[in-house]
């Protein structure tokens, strides 16, 4: 949630393809630090999120960013950009374990 908090906010978000693909490789890279052994256990929860749009983990997601990501017009948006969190945590994660 932290990283939500700092980085997602309403008030903070440039909504354009560049900076949400820059956005996605600095959470990654802050995401696989701070849970490295647990990265694995980050993945399924972020595949889990992603693909109910009534889990209770965006409820919070709305209060820290004051973004509703369940609204049509940022659903796909969302998902895309934790799809793109998870391909590449999923990256790191195989690189490091080989």
Same mark, same amino acid.
């Given at each position: 949630?932290?990283? &939500?908090?700092?980085?997602?906010?309403?008030?903070?978000?440039?909504?354009?393809?560049?900076?949400?693909?820059? &956005?996605?490789?600095?959470?990654?890279?802050?995401?696989?630090?701070?849970?490295?052994?647990?990265?694995?256990?980050?993945?399924?929860?972020?595949?889990?999120?992603?693909?109910?749009?009534?889990?209770?983990?965006?409820?919070?997601?709305?209060?820290?960013?004051?973004?509703?990501?369940?609204?049509?017009?940022?659903?796909?948006?969302?998902?895309?950009?934790?799809?793109?969190?998870?391909?590449?945590?999923?990256?790191?994660?195989?690189?490091?374990?080989?």
């Amino acid at each position: 949630m932290h990283e &939500l908090r700092c980085y997602y906010h309403a008030n903070l978000l440039v909504w354009s393809k560049a900076a949400f693909s820059s &956005l996605i490789e600095d959470s990654v890279s802050r995401l696989h630090f701070y849970t490295n052994k647990d990265v694995d256990v980050l993945i399924l929860f972020l595949e889990e999120v992603c693909k109910d749009k009534q889990h209770p983990f965006l409820d919070m997601m709305h209060d820290e960013t004051w973004i509703d990501w369940r609204e049509d017009q940022y659903w796909s948006c969302f998902q895309a950009h934790l799809n793109g969190i998870i391909f590449q945590l999923k990256d790191m994660s195989q690189s490091n374990a080989g």
